[in-house]
């Protein structure tokens, strides 16, 4: 079975500065990786995925994650967040092949700042 | 393309009635889920289609739930009868789903919200 810990329940940072959200997962077989995010009242929607390939991911709005293997992480990143970045961000995993039910962590809140 | 439509948006009912859930995913999509999201229990995978053919309910509550796909274009989710303890956010997710390939993007429709009395 696969799980997920995202550590941080809530992040707040203050607008332009840096932010990195921790996701570490744990699976006995080789895995794809998500970054979902949820703005308020809506449906995830998805920042990235690392399928294989490249360990750096880039997505949509900024953001980027790096998977490592040997740490068992997929922290995601961004440079300089804008107020429009306050959402909730969930890590997903799920095994590689086939079918299997994708596990979502439990989410991190990142609270923009002005 | 209007993305994953989900009805209704909001629901308020009272314990032991019967709530439907209705959910019409993105055309093309094979693949098709039902999530159900609590402050307590986070993101949970109800039960999952592949070319409408229920694949994995194993996170199908109890006896309680049910889910249907008459056809590619419509899918319920009913609960009958309800409790409070049902009272969640419900999400439905499309996917292209290609023989079942788990890596596909899912697209998650807005949510109902419902509130069992």
Redesign the interface.
């Known amino acids: 079975a696969q799980s997920v810990t995202q550590l941080d329940s809530q992040v707040p940072v203050f607008e332009e500065a840096p932010v990195e959200l921790r996701c570490n997962y744990s699976s006995s077989v080789s895995v794809y990786l998500f970054w979902y995010v949820q703005y308020p009242n809506q449906g995830l929607q998805l920042l990235l995925k690392y399928l294989s390939g490249s360990t750096l991911v880039k997505g949509i709005n900024g953001f980027e994650a790096e998977f490592n293997k040997s740490q068992t992480s997929f922290h995601l990143r961004k440079p300089s967040v804008h107020i429009s970045d306050t959402a909730e961000y969930f890590c997903a995993v799920t095994p590689s092949g086939g079918y299997q039910k994708v596990t979502f962590g439990t989410g991190t809140k990142l609270q923009v700042i002005p | 393309d209007a993305g994953?439509i989900q009805s209704p948006r909001h629901e308020v009912t009272e314990m032991g009635q019967e709530v439907t859930l209705r959910c019409k995913p993105i055309s093309g999509h094979n693949s098709l889920f039902w999530y159900r999201q609590t402050m307590m229990r986070?993101?949970e995978?109800l039960i999952?289609f592949?070319n409408n053919v229920p694949?994995?309910d194993?996170?199908m509550p109890e006896d309680r739930f049910s889910a249907k796909m008459p056809n590619a274009s419509f899918s319920t989710l009913k609960i009958q009868p309800s409790e409070p303890r049902d009272s969640a956010v419900y999400?439905c997710?499309s996917s292209i789903g290609l023989?079942?390939?788990?890596?596909e993007?899912?697209?998650?429709?807005?949510?109902t919200r419902l509130l069992v009395l």
């Open positions: 994953v986070g993101l995978l999952y592949n694949i994995d194993s996170g999400f997710a023989a079942g390939r788990s890596q993007t899912q697209y998650f429709g807005p949510g």
